[in-house]
């Protein structure tokens, strides 16, 4: 299984994100799962991630310093049997951009996790804001990750949009 986390530019909730999966799933040795992420901007391409989001990761144990933000390409549709978005808008830009030969599913991170936290399943972007955001983003992220963990260990698997 191949998972895709995507938010806007790729430097604050989709680093995160992928950070707590990968975290997550190494704990319970799912070690078929692979997690990469990108944006849908380019703005950062290349850059680290935000120094919020690494700090706020590293607080839980969790060494995102080494990802480098990257837009979301074309061939991650085929590469990837998931995009999962952080937001509404992310998934509606991410649906827009789907190639016609596209065989990846798209749907939000944490409906697809099966973690709705809030109100829409979105996880709010923390850019302007200030730690508080960060932590509570690091919350989210790493609830949607355990329970992604726990429906794979299930046998069940995340299968939102079925």
Known sequence: MHLLLVCLGNICRSPMAEGALRMRLDEAGLRHVAVDSAGTGDWHAGDPS?????ATAARHGVDISGLRARQLQPADYTRFDWLLCADLQNLRDVQARRPAAASARIELFT?????????????????????DEFEHVWSVVDAAAAAAVRSLQAGRG???GD
């Not at 935000?50 to 690494?54: P, Q, S």
């Not at 996790?113 to 829409?120: F, K, L, S, T, V």
């Open 50 to 54: 935000d120094r919020r989001a690494i």
């Open 111 to 131: 409906r697809w996790a099966g973690a709705e936290a809030i109100g829409d399943g979105a996880i709010p972007d923390p850019y302007t804001g200030g730690q």
């Open 158 to 160: 995340p299968t939102a």
